[in-house]
């Protein structure tokens, strides 16, 4: 199969500004690329450093983006199996940053599933199913989450996931209390520190909400090699975000208390990497969590197809496109009932909004 190439640039507002590590954001940046074979059926992939925390800027994503059209301009695509197995760089010949390579292995994959008339999903496991169940993300005050908690679990979440680690250790402490005591047993309660505590603090918040049935805490360190024994000193189990690709696979069945380990495709190295850390997680007894970096609803299409086809049963991170003021797709995908339903959305030629993007030269 024969592939023209285009690339294109989006700027989409947020609803409200978005805290990263070291700053906020009001809009989120990013490409799409559109791969069109001799009979215009379109795949698309989104290319979206998210500041703070992918090592490419937007625009050294740009560039390498151009680069890889440039290349496949004209080229047979691998197959869905080939890609998935070796990953598009050892197609291309050379490296490209994790987004880079997140969205143009997307773009192939959603070409072939036209292609083939089978979606991405099942091109992994044929008994994937439509939907997934995403956590519910709470940010900001104790009152606030407090609510969205009831909101969220009377919708039919079944899982949340409460930020922490930006206040005071007491702060912190009441609200993931107060969090918890609206939330019913059989909802899964998840934390996400970032990396925000040191030991000491870590220590004594995990004492704290020991007791309150946590799934697991993401990142409760910024020194991540202390994991282990944060583990042994609260008896709380945890999640691997920031520090994923800091431990071999291989070590993931051997670390005392690691329960989950977050993939973020866009940034630890793009679609086939996280098929296949997903895979050695299950093999090694450790549940794989496919999750957002805020894409708009074209990547989180694709992180939905491998939610749905690797960790169908898992609640997955992906309830993030609420943060979108617009979006690029005219029927943007939208969570109902704590699910994430991606039926219907392999067709993306008939449904992107190229009114929301600015043509780009991709040399």
Same mark, same amino acid.
């Given at each position: 199969?024969?592939?023209?190439?285009?690339?294109?640039?989006?700027?989409?507002?947020?609803?409200?500004?978005?805290?990263?590590?070291?700053?906020?954001?009001?809009?989120?940046?990013?490409?799409?690329?559109?791969?069109?074979?001799?009979?215009?059926?379109?795949?698309?992939?989104?290319? #979206?450093?998210?500041?703070?925390? *992918?090592?490419?800027? +937007?625009?050294?994503?740009?560039?390498?983006?151009?680069?890889?059209?440039?290349?496949?301009?004209?080229?047979?695509?691998?197959?869905?199996?080939?890609?998935?197995?070796?990953?598009?760089?050892?197609?291309?010949?050379?490296?490209?940053?994790?987004?880079?390579?997140? =969205?143009?292995?997307?773009?192939?994959?959603?070409?072939? *599933? $036209?292609?083939?008339?089978?979606?991405?999903?099942?091109?992994?496991?044929?008994?994937?199913?439509?939907?997934?169940?995403?956590?519910?993300?709470?940010? =900001? &005050?104790?009152?606030?989450?407090?609510?969205?908690?009831?909101?969220?679990? /009377?919708?039919?979440?079944?899982? +949340?996931?409460?930020?922490?680690?930006?206040?005071?250790?007491? /702060?912190?402490?009441?609200?993931?209390?107060?969090?918890?005591?609206?939330?019913?047993?059989?909802?899964?309660?998840?934390?996400?520190?970032?990396?925000?505590?040191?030991?000491?603090?870590?220590?004594?918040?995990?004492? #704290?909400?020991?007791?309150?049935?946590?799934?697991?805490?993401?990142?409760?360190?910024?020194?991540? %090699?202390? +994991?282990?024994?944060?583990?042994?000193?609260? =008896?709380?189990?945890?999640?691997?975000?920031?520090?994923?690709?800091?431990?071999?696979?291989?070590?993931?069945?051997?670390?005392?208390?690691?329960?989950?380990?977050?993939?973020?495709?866009?940034? $630890?190295?793009?679609? /086939?990497?996280?098929?296949?850390? /997903?895979?050695?997680?299950?093999?090694?007894?450790?549940?794989?969590?496919? &999750?957002?970096?805020?894409?708009? *609803?074209?990547?989180?299409?694709?992180?939905?197809?491998?939610?749905?086809? +690797?960790?169908?049963?898992? %609640? *997955?991170?992906?309830?993030?496109?609420?943060?979108?003021?617009?979006?690029?797709?005219?029927?943007?995908?939208?969570?109902?009932?704590?699910?994430?339903?991606?039926?219907?959305?392999?067709?993306?030629?008939?449904?992107?909004?190229?009114?929301?993007?600015?043509?780009?030269?991709?040399?």
């Amino acid at each position: 199969m024969m592939i023209s190439a285009r690339m294109y640039q989006y700027r989409v507002p947020l609803v409200r500004p978005l805290p990263l590590k070291s700053h906020r954001i009001s809009d989120r940046e990013g490409l799409l690329i559109q791969f069109t074979d001799e009979l215009n059926r379109i795949g698309w992939g989104e290319i #979206a450093p998210l500041p703070g925390f *992918s090592i490419e800027s +937007l625009e050294e994503a740009r560039v390498c983006s151009a680069r890889a059209c440039h290349t496949l301009r004209g080229s047979e695509l691998p197959e869905p199996a080939v890609l998935l197995e070796r990953g598009i760089e050892s197609i291309l010949g050379y490296a490209c940053p994790s987004s880079v390579t997140f =969205g143009v292995e997307s773009a192939i994959l959603t070409l072939w *599933s $036209l292609v083939r008339g089978i979606e991405v999903r099942r091109f992994v496991n044929e008994w994937a199913p439509d939907a997934i169940p995403v956590n519910g993300l709470l940010t =900001g &005050s104790t009152a606030t989450v407090t609510e969205l908690a009831k909101r969220m679990v /009377a919708d039919g979440y079944t899982a +949340l996931k409460l930020k922490v680690g930006a206040e005071s250790v007491e /702060a912190e402490i009441e609200k993931t209390k107060a969090v918890r005591s609206v939330v019913p047993s059989q909802v899964k309660f998840r934390l996400d520190a970032n990396q925000a505590c040191d030991f000491d603090t870590a220590v004594r918040f995990g004492r #704290a909400v020991n007791g309150l049935e946590l799934e697991y805490i993401e990142e409760p360190l910024s020194d991540s %090699a202390r +994991l282990e024994q944060f583990h042994d000193q609260t =008896g709380l189990v945890y999640a691997l975000d920031e520090s994923v690709m800091k431990y071999s696979a291989e070590e993931w069945g051997d670390r005392e208390g690691l329960g989950a380990v977050i993939l973020k495709p866009t940034i $630890l190295g793009g679609v /086939a990497a996280a098929y296949r850390l /997903a895979r050695r997680a299950e093999e090694m007894g450790v549940k794989p969590i496919i &999750s957002s970096s805020f894409e708009s *609803s074209v990547g989180t299409v694709t992180l939905a197809n491998l939610a749905c086809a +690797l960790a169908p049963d898992a %609640a *997955s991170g992906l309830d993030t496109l609420s943060w979108f003021a617009d979006d690029l797709l005219i029927n943007p995908v939208r969570t109902m009932a704590g699910r994430l339903n991606i039926s219907g959305y392999e067709a993306f030629r008939t449904v992107v909004r190229t009114d929301l993007l600015k043509a780009m030269t991709a040399r």
